[in-house]
């Protein structure tokens, strides 16, 4: 395996690595949000808008938790399934 084969930039997207690192890459961009401290803006899911960019900030928080929690793991598994599969049955990408 190359090091330009490493690139998840680069990854096909229908293959593990570009499961994995698309998953990885969704994490970390919650993460990076929630240590921000975006979550306190997410007021407008009870109907509490402040009004302003503060919504908006809100609304990024909210679909990166979205992402983080619904769409991350899912790539994971897939991307851990396709390895088991190419290793072990000789399904390849």
Avoid at 17 to 33: D, E, H, P, Q, T
């Amino acid at each position: 395996m190359s090091i330009n084969s490493l690139n998840p930039l680069k990854a096909r997207f229908f293959s593990a690595w570009g499961f994995f690192s698309r998953g990885i890459l969704i994490i970390a961009i919650y993460v990076i949000l929630h240590l921000i401290g975006l979550r306190e803006y997410t007021s407008f899911i009870s109907g509490t808008t402040s009004g302003g960019a503060g919504d908006l900030l809100g609304i990024t928080y909210f679909i990166a938790y979205s992402l983080a929690v619904f769409v991350a793991p899912v790539a994971i598994i897939a991307a851990v399934f396709m390895t088991v599969l190419a290793r072990f049955a000789g399904v390849e990408d």
